[in-house]
């Protein structure tokens, strides 16, 4: 049957038009049944039209092959609800779950069993430590864990697939949760599994081949470490084509299948070539920061906007969990307020509010679990949305004109160079990211880190903004006028060299440095980069303050976000007679433009502003 929805460049495509998609996560299941229709109008009153809604498995599975649907439990009659009030709706049928649930939404019974543990190096269980517990999570390798979640499909697809557009509110379909080796991205803490074991040496064509378990065995060359980290990302890719074939086949074949991540765009997650290879129709990503991090939220959506065909945040925070440890992530509403700004007018075209109705394990939320309104957030969405239809930034295009290129075979050597493979550090169980400490110290890590640095204050200073993308996934570098990339003395892709090469024949300034390659200009210096960069539309004299901008022939929009803690005074330059008067449309104001084409603006610590600017 031909697909209802696709994938559009600003939201999805359905009967002939092109959606914005901002939803609200709803867990229907954690609610009483007599709320849904008072929770779903709430969701209707603060502008969304969509919502969000895990189907956990270990919810509907009361023992093995009995399944309930009923109650707390009727995710049809919820989506039935939905369709009644003209909604859409995004499921999310894991295996995988999340939801600060005890077993991430697996069934225990799966999670007990020997055969389906994921495992350490040294051959014991990987221990995952939750806000609600623990417990030894699955090998995605292992072919028991694998039968079973067909046979969840075999359950759950059917149900959900004959709610699909038109019939149905159902847009999108996402295949399980942040699939990463549950947040142990670390390159030697998983999967030692026998299964996945298997699948390395058929991967590298060697029956007898040992993976490694430790980047600082010098017994171990460095391209067996380089063929595990390899097998790592095509492990991940393959095992969510498996799923999304599945869901296909079982009926979900309609809409988009999509997949959330959580932000770590080092190996062995890679949103573009993940994407690139079909595996999934969409590669989305999760944020969750305060205010203090708008620039962490500003470089995740370049990277999005430069490997995705829709830069979609698939769980944008607001309130709060209790990490493990209890470690506090309270957030105050102008946090989220900031971060939603710097996203959706930053380059974001698409999000899902998480957790837009409060449940267990969350707070904070704009609506509580009977739908009431949480108050100052809850009027903080209405005039989001109330924003983004006034500006109309699907008819925009955002000036983006270089790209930033991490180069994955250097970022695959510093991950072979990972220690600790026996231990799971504790800190990685809590936060997606990997202390210097697990590293064999290497000055080409070093090298590598400086120059992607350099290259990236370089484009800060020039006051332009730009993408950012894998190079195992370039997009359409016709896009950009200037490509930049670190490269190290060492050898590369020649697919990916090659299509530096083609775009610089074509026209494209396509710089690397500290190594040269022949076609391609080289840098000595990141600082050498500023030499090829053009003027930005919209120039600042203040580097705290990050520009976006908006534009198509009539129309100009401007974005400024304050990253510091003070408030701070910039001078707006514009081309001369390009603007008279900027107009506020998230803080009410009008500020004037020169003739010489300056404006000056303060902005509060932290703040966002938007303006539109009229001749």
């Known amino acids: ?50 919502v969000s809604l895990y189907v956990p498995w270990f919810v509907h599975e009361t023992g093995p092959g009995r399944f309930d649907f009923t109650g707390a439990r009727d995710v049809e009659w919820f989506l039935a609800l939905v369709h009644e009030r003209g ?34 190096p040294n051959g014991l269980p990987y221990l995952l430590v939750t806000a609600t517990g623990h417990c030894f999570p699955p090998s995605y390798a292992s072919r028991t864990v694998l039968r079973e979640v067909e046979r969840w499909y075999d359950e759950v697809v059917p149900r959900l697939a004959r709610w699909q557009h038109p019939d149905g509110p159902v847009v999108a379909c996402q295949v399980d949760n942040e699939l990463g080796y549950h947040f142990q991205a670390h390159t030697y803490a998983l999967d030692y599994h026998p299964d996945a074991v298997e699948g390395f040496r058929q991967f590298v064509g060697d029956p007898t081949a040992e993976p490694p378990r430790d980047g600082a065995d010098e017994g171990v060359l460095e391209s067996r470490k380089l063929d595990w980290v390899r097998w790592k990302e095509h492990h991940l890719r393959a095992t969510l084509a498996t799923l999304a074939d599945w869901a296909r086949a079982k009926g979900m074949d309609r809409v988009p299948i999509v997949h959330n991540d959580y932000p770590r765009l080092t190996s062995p997650q890679d949103l573009g070539a993940l994407e690139a290879s079909g595996a999934v129709d969409l590669a989305m990503a999760d944020i969750y920061t305060t205010r203090h991090g708008g620039r962490f939220v500003r470089d995740l959506v370049r990277h999005l906007c430069g490997s995705s065909r829709l830069p979609f945040l698939a769980e944008l925070g607001a309130g709060w969990l209790t990490l493990p440890w209890l470690l506090p992530t309270a957030s105050i509403p102008y946090d989220e307020e900031v971060v939603s700004l710097r996203a959706m007018l930053g380059g974001a075209r698409a999000a899902n509010v998480y957790m837009l109705v409060e449940r267990d394990r ?59 493979g026996g231990i799971v550090p504790c800190f990685n169980q809590v936060m997606p990211l990997d202390p210097r400490v697990t590293e064999v110290p290497s000055p080409d890590t070093d090298t590598l880190r400086t120059w992607e640095k350099g290259l990236g204050d370089v484009v800060d200073a020039a006051g332009l903004d730009c993408d950012h993308a894998s190079s195992a996934a370039l997009p359409d570098l016709s896009r950009y006028e200037v490509v930049l990339m670190p490269v190290l003395d060492r050898s590369h892709d020649d697919g990916m060299l090659d299509g530096l090469r083609v775009a610089a024949g074509r026209g494209v300034k396509v710089a690397v440095g500290p190594a040269p390659v022949d076609g391609l200009t080289g840098l000595a210096s990141p600082l050498d980069a500023a030499r090829l960069l053009p003027s930005p539309v919209v120039g600042r004299d203040d580097e705290r303050v990050d520009l976006t901008v908006w534009r198509n022939d009539d129309r100009l929009v401007v974005v400024a976000a304050n990253s510091c803690d003070e408030d701070v005074t910039v001078t707006l330059r514009f081309e001369p007679g390009r603007a008279a008067k900027l107009e506020g449309l998230w803080r009410d104001e009008v500020v004037g433009v020169d003739s010489a084409g300056t404006a000056t603006v303060t902005l509060a610590p932290f703040e966002v502003q938007v303006w539109e600017a009229t001749r």
């Open 362 to 420: 969350w707070y904070g939320s704009p609506l509580s679990r009977k739908g009431e309104r949480r108050e100052p957030k809850a009027s903080f969405y209405p005039r989001l949305h109330d924003v983004l239809d006034r500006l109309r930034l699907e008819e925009l295009e955002r000036v983006a004109p270089v790209l930033l290129v991490e180069n994955r075979d250097e970022g695959r050597r510093v991950a072979a160079r990972q220690t600790l």
């Open 87 to 120: 909604m859409k709706a995004m499921v999310r049928i894991g295996p995988d779950a999340g939801g600060e649930l005890e077993t991430s939404g697996w069934p225990r019974r799966i999670l007990d069993d020997p055969a389906c543990q994921a495992l350490r």
């Open 1 to 50: 049957m031909p697909k209802t929805v696709e994938v559009g460049r600003t939201g999805f495509v359905w009967d002939g038009t092109e959606h914005r998609f901002l939803s609200g996560e709803v867990h229907p299941w954690r609610l009483d049944p007599a709320d849904w229709p008072t929770v779903l109008d709430a969701v209707a009153g603060l502008g969304f039209q969509a």
